[in-house]
């Protein structure tokens, strides 16, 4: 440090010059690269920014930035998205309760179901063992379409037409219960198990046909 001492008219001056010192690694707003070059420890790259973004002047530069965005924002309005629900009222109410009947698709002819002989070549339909006067019934809704009584070949019958060119044939009856024309369900009572006509045994004989032709009952019963 030098100091100098100028005498003027009224005034004295005095100058004290100071030698500047070189600027640190620290100081200067751009690392020194070659020092840098030379740290071991850590990432270089990360080292330099981080040297770049903590100096002072950038830190008082973005500072002034950011207190200016803040104060600029706080007069600008933020629109609003408002997302209303419309609620609407459920009301539940209970139904009457009203009876109800169910009715069978399909069932066996009898009750109690043992089958003596099956379908087969030259024996078109299921024989159901019985006794006489055990009850015949429907195996599906429909309506009486024939009654037979003879002392041959079927005895006394009864054919159910069942819609969609769908029979039933229920032969070898010792009674016949219902008249033809009358609708039927499966709990109407056809007639009773005998042994009329061509027959061995009391039992039923029970034939299904499709648009005049046999089919094997069994594709129709339950299982």
């Known amino acids: 440090m030098r ?4 005498d003027l ?28 070059r030379r740290t071991r420890s850590g990432n270089k790259i990360s080292r330099f920014f981080r040297h770049v973004f903590e100096h002072k002047s950038i830190k008082r530069i973005l500072g002034a930035n950011l207190t200016l965005m803040v104060v600029a924002s706080s007069f600008i309005p933020t629109p609003i998205n408002a997302e209303f ?30 089958i003596n002989q099956g379908y087969r070549a030259f024996h078109p339909g299921l024989d159901f063992e019985g006794v006489t006067g ?3 019934y429907p195996i599906m809704s429909g309506s009486v379409a024939g009654i037979s009584t003879s002392r041959y070949a079927y005895g006394n019958a009864v054919v159910v037409n069942h819609g969609g060119k769908i029979t039933s044939l229920y032969a070898h009856l010792s009674k016949i219960s219902v008249s033809a024309g009358q609708i039927v369900t499966t709990s109407t009572k ?26 094997n009952p069994y594709i129709i019963l339950p299982r």
């Open 85 to 114: 629900v419309k609620t609407e009222e459920i009301i539940i109410s209970a139904a009457p309760t009203q009876p109800f009947t169910t009715q069978v698709g399909t069932r066996y002819p009898v009750d109690k179901v043992k």
């Open 134 to 136: 055990d009850a015949v």
């Open 9 to 36: 008219s009224y005034y004295r001056l005095h100058l004290h010059l100071v030698k500047r010192r070189k600027t640190s690694y620290g100081e200067a707003l751009m690392p020194d690269l070659n020092q840098l």
């Open 190 to 215: 056809l007639g009773e198990v005998g042994s009329t006509g061509r027959s061995s045994g009391d039992h039923l004989h029970l034939e299904v046909r499709d648009h005049e032709r046999p089919i």
């Open 3 to 6: 100091k100098i001492s100028l």
